[in-house]
């Protein structure tokens, strides 16, 4: 009986991570949870940089010969948003050894913020690294609210900071790159589903989608959740809350169509951003022959393809947890890339609200947990930032 009068909150507490609630819960992160958001992320970007950078010139130094500090941490997709804050959008392919490639692959939000950011600094590249380590700390209390709103407890809240901020992959965080905005609106756009604020749903939404193309499914979750909230006879009746998440359904793909306008009048086709994907070696087939091949291949392909899976198992645990929103935008965000081949499928996966749920969902059931996970997170983070600051492609 003492058992299981101990036990009752803590069941309470998961049952409620995995329902649909219209309740309200405050959203205020306490001072001393400021407190912790900011330690984290000022010690993860230190000790990040410093193992990143030492590591690359220690183990790989042709990697950053000749290099300024700006150019050793702005690499890969970096290096393209830099490109079109500088020069805008390309014409025609000119880049890469085959001069097959060009910038159309890559959504317009992040080179506009580091465009808008260089006008103070001068420097693109430390322009766009300024704008990824805002964003990423502007991340960490939007998810933080988001797991308020789900009545996650505590200390699994503090966990969810260090976890974000010492995440295996969190370098991209640190680089430039767009995956620390795509957390924040995501987890933004899944906290306002939760709290039934549709216009903030749209905007967030919008905003989203013009930082990665992926961005544009989340249509479907706010489908699903406005579903869950409010039934499917109240859309088929027009009731005012169901045509709230119409419009802000309808609303969300706006800045991504007109992205896609844009392409069409500048270049002559509205799909650039896909047919490009060509020139990276990105064809759409089944993801099973993707998988398969990176099992043959062995190596960097073995590892992409063991992240990949993991990515899968936490899916189908959403699902089974009947987080089916999340769920679904997760399995649309790996399927699509996976399609056309493993790489940068571990930050494409760790670049996402449903994954981090998922594993703060466990850390709830499985409290002890936190601790080894976080060790081993940190750890690995150590190894990608070297890998990524020697510009080793398999951190692409």
Same mark, same amino acid.
């Given at each position: 009986?003492?058992?299981?009068?101990?036990?009752?909150?803590?069941?309470?507490?998961?049952?409620?991570?995995?329902?649909?609630?219209?309740? &309200?819960?405050?959203?205020?992160?306490?001072?001393?949870? %400021?407190?912790?958001?900011?330690?984290?992320?000022?010690?993860?970007?230190?000790?990040?940089?410093?193992?990143? !950078?030492?590591?690359?010139?220690?183990?790989?130094?042709?990697?950053?010969?000749?290099?300024?500090?700006?150019?050793?941490?702005?690499?890969?997709?970096?290096?393209?948003?830099?490109? @079109?804050?500088?020069?805008?959008?390309?014409?025609?392919?000119?880049?890469?050894?085959?001069?097959?490639?060009?910038?159309?692959?890559?959504?317009?939000?992040?080179?506009?913020?580091?465009?808008?950011?260089?006008? !103070?600094?001068?420097?693109?590249?430390?322009?766009?690294?300024?704008?990824?380590?805002?964003?990423?700390?502007?991340?960490?209390?939007? #998810?933080?609210?988001?797991?308020?709103?789900?009545?996650?407890?505590?200390?699994?809240?503090?966990?969810?900071? %260090?976890?974000?901020?010492?995440?295996?992959?969190?370098?991209?965080?640190?680089?430039?790159?767009?995956?620390?905005?795509?957390?924040?609106?995501?987890?933004?756009?899944?906290?306002?589903?939760?709290?039934?604020?549709?216009? /903030?749903?749209?905007?967030?939404?919008?905003?989203?989608? /013009?930082?990665?193309?992926?961005?544009?499914?989340?249509?479907?979750?706010?489908?699903?959740?406005?579903?869950?909230?409010?039934?499917?006879?109240?859309?088929?009746?027009?009731?005012?809350?169901?045509?709230?998440?119409?419009?802000?359904?309808? #609303? @969300?793909?706006?800045?991504?169509?007109?992205?896609?306008?844009?392409?069409?009048?500048?270049?002559?086709?509205?799909?650039?951003?896909?047919?490009?994907?060509?020139?990276?070696?990105?064809?759409? =087939?089944?993801?099973?022959?993707? #998988?398969?091949?990176?099992?043959?291949?062995?190596?960097?392909?073995?590892?992409?393809?063991?992240?990949? !899976?993991?990515?899968?198992?936490?899916?189908?645990?959403?699902?089974?947890?009947?987080?089916?929103?999340?769920?679904?935008?997760?399995?649309?965000?790996?399927?699509?890339?996976?399609?056309?081949?493993?790489?940068?499928?571990?930050?494409?996966?760790?670049?996402?609200?449903?994954? #981090?749920?998922?594993?703060?969902?466990?850390?709830? &059931?499985?409290?002890? =947990?936190?601790?080894?996970?976080?060790?081993?997170?940190?750890?690995?983070?150590?190894?990608?930032?070297?890998?990524?600051?020697?510009?080793?492609?398999?951190?692409?």
């Amino acid at each position: 009986m003492l058992l299981n009068t101990q036990l009752s909150p803590l069941n309470n507490r998961v049952r409620s991570c995995q329902t649909v609630t219209t309740e &309200r819960p405050s959203l205020l992160v306490s001072k001393e949870q %400021w407190i912790t958001i900011v330690l984290a992320v000022v010690v993860s970007r230190l000790a990040f940089y410093v193992i990143g !950078l030492l590591g690359a010139q220690t183990f790989n130094p042709e990697s950053t010969a000749g290099l300024d500090v700006w150019h050793q941490v702005c690499r890969f997709d970096c290096i393209w948003f830099q490109r @079109i804050a500088d020069n805008g959008y390309d014409l025609v392919p000119t880049w890469m050894r085959g001069g097959n490639a060009a910038n159309w692959a890559f959504m317009p939000m992040s080179p506009f913020l580091g465009w808008l950011m260089a006008k !103070l600094t001068g420097i693109t590249e430390l322009a766009l690294i300024i704008v990824s380590n805002i964003t990423f700390f502007l991340s960490v209390p939007v #998810l933080l609210m988001a797991l308020k709103q789900l009545k996650f407890s505590v200390e699994t809240q503090e966990a969810a900071i %260090w976890l974000l901020c010492f995440s295996p992959y969190t370098v991209y965080s640190m680089a430039g790159y767009s995956e620390p905005l795509y957390i924040a609106l995501v987890s933004g756009v899944f906290l306002a589903c939760y709290r039934q604020q549709w216009a /903030v749903v749209a905007l967030l939404g919008m905003l989203a989608a /013009v930082t990665r193309n992926l961005g544009v499914m989340l249509v479907f979750p706010v489908l699903i959740f406005g579903v869950q909230y409010y039934g499917v006879r109240s859309f088929m009746l027009l009731k005012e809350k169901a045509l709230r998440v119409v419009l802000s359904i309808w #609303l @969300i793909p706006l800045g991504f169509f007109s992205y896609m306008a844009y392409l069409h009048f500048w270049m002559g086709d509205a799909l650039a951003f896909g047919h490009i994907q060509i020139a990276w070696g990105r064809t759409l =087939t089944n993801p099973l022959h993707w #998988l398969s091949y990176g099992v043959e291949q062995g190596g960097p392909k073995l590892y992409l393809v063991i992240v990949t !899976l993991f990515g899968v198992g936490l899916n189908v645990y959403l699902f089974a947890k009947k987080r089916y929103a999340e769920a679904v935008f997760m399995m649309i965000n790996l399927l699509i890339p996976l399609s056309s081949g493993v790489n940068a499928m571990p930050r494409y996966i760790f670049g996402l609200y449903p994954t #981090l749920l998922a594993i703060l969902m466990l850390f709830e &059931r499985y409290p002890r =947990t936190k601790a080894p996970v976080l060790l081993v997170c940190s750890s690995v983070s150590s190894l990608i930032a070297i890998g990524f600051f020697s510009k080793l492609f398999f951190t692409v």
